[in-house]
């Protein structure tokens, strides 16, 4: 079920007055509810794949509890490896298969000892990647005793299939998450207006900013080898605000989703864009996914501790993990390398964390060297969506390379002349938004709460509206397929 | 919660003014075949593809026959084949309450599938298209309908039509204004052409799509006459149809026949018409079609 479909907008509701009025004595019940409400939100897709999820949610439920009892480091060891293996394994089962069976057949026919790979016809069942690092990190957070594992087993299942971030994240740690299921929620109307403020405003970046992108970004990448440079450079720009809308709308509306039912979810997204350099647009993109890398892989790793080479290698593991995380294709491995390479300099002169505060906090304006570091951080990110977008390594490198001629000053000349008219408009007025807000939870949460009433209304009407008139054909979230 | 309630329904309430407004906007420019999903039920209509949709029109029919008053309910190729999406949508939009006439076009790729296997229901296109998804045919304005099958966005049903290619008339006859120089036809013709040898390779007769047809038919004659045409088309896709189905009117005239149902086969006057892409009769070729039929009916009405 998607969050922009008719679907979705008769089965919240219905799902809301359930939870606050015909179950909310009972906490049991109302987390019962919740679990069938996500079975049923998951199944809507495919209800084969139901199965992986009950099954995940077992095996990581008895390890929890084994890991408790067990005092033994070995036995403790082996029961983590098997909640690890159970989870990577359907994961590496599902999505890499694949890639794996014809990256060796690829390599061994190099070697000129060709073998025949036998693909199999399966199919990625939507937000394993997300789910199994969920439930991943309550296996390992209680083999590190950081959390007790739980014995209520409708908490634990419905923490692991929650609704709202099921699919595509944000990627919840037990020790957020779980404890909220086992709290009396009550309705509170400030929480729950703002998550309805933040559903808006997630449906603007996903339907208004991403679907109208969509047609324009496909019709370019599809077209790469006869367009003009000025043309590529439009299609990479516009995929920046594709991926962005897409995939922060889609963290909007479930962070906005899990207010109305109580539930606080982490921050996914914080402006990545207005960057001062590639660390901070690595704090402040796919939060919940970079620090799920970095507290399970990178810190057991070494993190930044230990010799030179060692922190570089380190670096580079991390961005390839998570670059091989977004789909079993060489060219998430090339845009996870880029990123390492970028991060690099700012790594080495340990002027990582030199950014951790708002850009131009306090100020209408960033300062010209701060708009230059923007500008600078933003333009590297583009390069390397490039990487991502294209459907293989190579179309990526013919894509920056034709990027790469005169006619990058030519006026960029596409079929749909007057749809990118508006929306080059319409990302205008996102952005200022966005720069407005940028201090905020999301980009309208201070903006408007202030306003007479009848101000507000006329805002979200407005909004609303906005997208009823503008949105596009609806269309899943890209990360859907990660 | 009062409260949130309150403000949510007021909310809900102010944004459905807007939208239903909006909506309400759709006309006979807003896509080929949203009209025929906010007309009121009928009791007499033309069912097939884009051939009918475009090549017979109720208007002419009307004249002739002033007591019954046709209604075009045909779609295209994709989207109603004879199949169980296009029988139920039939059965919904029906209007029982006295008997109709009803006319019947008929070509072969109407009851033909992809070639793997035909008769594999599940494989239907039209199932998941408007024909297939749209259960309420005779809401106005069709929220239903737009929400699951406009492809543009809303905004462009507020957008002046100037110099519309594509126009559906109240009565579902779907006008098409397109250049008519001999290039353009012939470009047009060329490219169908080219469309109808990949459909060629790629589908085959369906069994279970003719019962659908057979099926139709019955329903039909439970709720009046029913005619069966063959509508004619240029020389070119005809050759193609001759290969595909060479069979075709032995098939149709064996059903007449079984059915009780007279068939009119107008591909032997392909010559006497033109066609804006070789395919579809041009408009003032649908009138003489169209009176034609009129003609037919009558004829076989005296008999």
């Known amino acids: ?482 | 919660m009062k409260k949130f309630l309150i403000h949510s329904v007021l909310f809900l309430g102010l944004l459905a003014i807007p939208v239903v407004w909006l909506f309400s906007q759709a006309d006979g420019y807003t896509d080929p075949f949203y009209l025929r999903f906010t007309s009121p039920k009928q009791q007499s209509m033309i069912i097939g593809t884009s051939r009918s949709a475009q090549g017979i029109r109720p208007d002419v029919l009307n004249v002739r026959f002033p007591e019954v008053d046709f209604y075009n309910y045909s779609f295209t190729i994709v989207h109603s084949p004879y199949g169980p999406s296009y029988f139920k949508s039939i059965q919904r939009k029906i209007d029982k309450s006295s008997k109709g006439t009803f006319i019947v076009a008929v070509d072969p790729w109407s009851i033909a599938s992809v070639a793997e296997d035909p008769n594999d229901e599940t494989r239907f296109v039209e199932k998941k298209n408007a024909v297939g998804n749209t259960d309420w045919v005779s809401m106005d304005p069709n929220v239903v309908y737009l929400l699951n099958n406009y492809n543009n966005s809303y905004f462009n049903l507020l957008k002046e039509k100037a110099n519309p290619k594509e126009l559906l008339h109240d009565d579902g006859w779907l006008e098409i204004t397109v250049r008519m120089d001999p290039g353009n036809v012939r470009g047009r013709t060329k490219a169908k052409v080219k469309s109808y040898t990949k459909k060629f390779q790629n589908q085959r007769f369906s069994e279970v799509r003719m019962q659908y047809l057979d099926k139709i038919i019955t329903f039909l004659q439970k709720n009046g006459d029913v005619y069966m045409v063959r509508l004619p088309i240029s020389k070119e896709v005809m050759e193609i149809e001759k290969r595909f189905s060479p069979d075709f009117n032995t098939k149709m005239e064996k059903l007449s026949n079984e059915k009780g149902v007279p068939y009119l086969d107008l591909t032997p006057q392909n010559e006497l018409y033109t066609y804006t892409d070789g395919n579809h009769l041009y408009k003032e070729s649908a009138k003489e079609v169209s009176e034609r039929i009129a003609e037919w009916i009558e004829k076989e009405n005296l008999n």
């Open chain 1, 1 to 482: 079920m998607l969050f922009n479909s008719i679907e979705f907008a008769l089965f919240l509701p219905v799902v809301f007055f359930l939870y606050w009025f015909a179950v909310n004595r009972s906490l049991k019940v109302q987390n019962l509810l919740l679990l069938g409400a996500s079975y049923f939100f998951y199944g809507w897709w495919d209800w084969r794949f139901l199965g992986l999820i009950v099954f995940s949610s077992f095996v990581d439920f008895f390890v929890g509890l084994l890991l408790n009892k067990e005092e033994n480091p070995w036995k403790r060891k082996l029961w983590l490896w098997i909640s690890i293996s159970v989870n990577i394994g359907f994961l590496g089962f599902f999505k890499y298969y694949n890639f794996f069976a014809e990256s060796f057949s690829e390599a061994f026919t190099l070697l000129g000892a060709p073998i025949e790979a036998s693909r199999l016809s399966i199919v990625l069942p939507v937000g394993i990647s997300f789910y199994t690092f969920q439930t991943l990190s309550y296996s390992i957070d209680v083999y590190r005793r950081k959390l007790e594992p739980t014995k209520d087993i409708i908490s634990f299942f419905a923490f692991v299939s929650f609704f709202p971030q099921l699919v595509a994240g944000p990627i919840e740690r037990a020790t957020n998450l779980l404890p909220q299921f086992y709290k009396k929620r009550s309705f509170d109307y400030d929480k729950a207006t703002d998550g309805l403020r933040q559903i808006l405003w997630g449906l603007v970046k996903k339907v208004v900013i991403a679907d109208n992108c969509a047609p324009l970004v496909n019709q370019i990448f599809e077209n790469a080898d006869t367009t003009s440079a000025s043309n590529l450079l439009l299609g990479a720009v516009l995929f920046s605000f594709q991926i962005y809308g897409d995939f922060s709308g889609y963290s909007d509306i479930a962070i906005g989703t899990s207010r109305l039912f109580g539930f606080n979810l982490k921050k996914n997204f914080a402006y990545p864009y207005f960057s001062r350099d590639i660390a901070e647009f690595w704090r402040r993109w796919h939060i919940s996914l970079s620090t799920w890398f970095r507290d399970y892989v990178y810190i057991p790793l070494g993190g930044s501790k230990g010799k030179q080479w060692v922190r570089i290698r380190n670096v580079f593991i991390i961005f390839l993990v998570s670059g091989f995380w977004h789909g079993a294709n060489w060219t998430f491995l090339v845009w996870g390398l880029l990123n390492a390479l970028y991060f690099l300099p700012v790594f080495i002169r340990k002027k990582n964390r030199a950014h951790l505060d708002v850009v131009a906090q306090g100020r209408w304006f960033p300062t010209i060297s701060e708009t230059f570091q923007m500008l600078i951080t933003y333009a590297l990110t583009v390069l390397a969506w490039i990487f991502f977008r294209a459907d293989s390594v190579t179309d990526a490198f013919v894509y920056i390379k034709r990027m790469t001629n005169s006619s990058l000053f030519s006026i960029p000349t596409i079929t749909y002349t007057k749809h990118l008219f508006w929306i080059s408009v319409m990302l205008l007025v996102f952005l200022f938004f966005e720069w407005m807000g940028r201090d905020k939870e999301f980009a309208i949460e201070g903006l408007v709460k202030k306003w007479p009433m009848p101000l507000r209304y006329a805002f979200y009407l407005c909004l609303s509206m906005i997208i009823v008139l503008f949105g596009a054909k609806s269309q899943e979230f890209i990360y859907f397929q990660f």
